[in-house]
């Protein structure tokens, strides 16, 4: 993982990545995220100008990918990324055997 990396999932953009994993709704071309810009930056507090610089990093690292107009899906990378950071919030955290 590069500087950038650790910098983006050490961030907001991780905690949005995570929040999206939860909240998918199951369609025909699988589980997306179905929440405008607008919507998600209600959930989050934040402004959307933010949730679209947020989501750009995320598609950028291919975390995220947009399918249309509100609809999100997280990726495989994106997963893998969760599970990383569970993994290391287990390591710092004490969280169940850490070995």
């Not at 995570?18 to 405008?36: C, E, I, L, N, R």
């Not at 930056?41 to 690292?61: D, V």
């Amino acid at each position: 993982m590069n500087n950038n990396s650790i910098c983006l999932f050490a961030s907001k953009e991780y905690y949005l990545l995570y929040w999206m994993a939860q909240h998918q709704t199951d369609t025909v071309m699988g589980p997306m995220v179905k929440f405008s810009q607008t919507e998600l930056a209600a959930e989050c507090g934040s402004s959307p100008a933010t949730i679209n610089k947020w989501l750009a990093a995320l598609r950028k690292a291919k975390c995220v990918e947009n399918k249309k107009r509100g609809n999100y899906l997280v990726t495989d990378t994106g997963y893998k990324v969760i599970a990383k950071m569970e993994e290391i919030e287990t390591l710092v955290g004490g969280k169940k055997n850490a070995y």
